[in-house]
């Protein structure tokens, strides 16, 4: 598991690149997932006020909009194709903006 830092009343990004094979082009289609993990279970995350989601070739985005410390927690980013799945985890800790403002004395 990764672990990434966001920083509090910023947006903040998720990015994973993943390569399928080209020589199968059926294998090129990817289906990709962003999960958060709520209580113990994996929750799809949605393109809503809080969130975007976006895809360029082979790198994929998840980004949270004015992080809060509510937002810290692990994500899960999941591809699927014909040829199988596989999945990476973030572990997201919100570093909040008294924290930054007190290292700076």
């Known amino acids: 598991m990764s672990q990434v830092l966001f920083q509090c009343g ?54 949270v909009k004015s992080t809060q410390e509510v937002d810290e927690g692990t994500y899960i980013v999941k591809a699927e194709n014909e040829a199988g799945e596989t999945s990476a985890e973030f572990d997201v800790i919100v570093k909040s903006k008294f924290l930054r403002l007190m290292s700076r004395l």
């Open 10 to 63: 910023y947006s903040n990004c998720l990015i994973s690149v993943i390569f399928s094979h080209p020589l199968y082009p059926s294998y090129c289609l990817l289906t990709v997932s962003w999960y958060r993990v709520v209580d113990g279970k994996p929750e799809q995350v949605t393109v809503d006020s809080q969130h975007h989601i976006e895809d360029y070739e082979t790198t994929f985005c998840m980004e």
